[in-house]
Nanobody, 118 residues
Framework: EVQLVESGGGLVQPGGSLRLSCAAS????????MNWVRQAPGKGLEWVSS????????SYAASVKGRFTISRDNAKNTVYLQMNSLKPEDTALYYC???????????WGQGTQITVSS
């Protein structure tokens, strides 16, 4: 069974930093791009960042560009999101995600909560 398990969430003050991790299992991690997606309270899903399978290409939402950095360690089947200069508007449930193009199916983690507040 495919699993995506996020960790690293919590409460942080504005301007602070956090690093999220997503441990993947039961699929060939190196075959897939990985994504971070968030959902703020009362709002829809917002794509945050993506990284390709070989870490040669990354992309970011305009709202986080320059503050967040996505990376992955294929040896550990883990994708990361380093979040710096956090703002209250970054408060959300953050999900790890990938799209299995062979099955045309989206896989999601359970989410990890980030709350940015003083």
């Amino acid at each position: 069974e495919v699993q995506l398990v996020e960790s690293g969430g919590g409460l942080v003050q504005p301007g602070g930093s956090l690093r999220l991790s997503c441990a993947a299992s039961a699929f060939t991690f190196t075959n897939y791009a990985m994504n971070w997606v968030r959902q703020a309270p009362g709002k829809g899903l917002e794509w945050v960042s993506s990284i390709n399978s070989g870490s040669t290409a990354t992309s970011y939402a305009a709202s986080v560009k320059g503050r967040f950095t996505i990376s992955r360690d294929n040896a550990k089947n883990t994708v990361y999101l380093q979040m710096n200069s956090l703002k209250p508007e970054d408060t959300a449930l953050y999900y790890c995600h990938y799209f299995d193009y062979r099955r045309a199916y989206h896989y999601w983690g359970q989410g990890t909560q980030i709350t940015v507040s003083s």
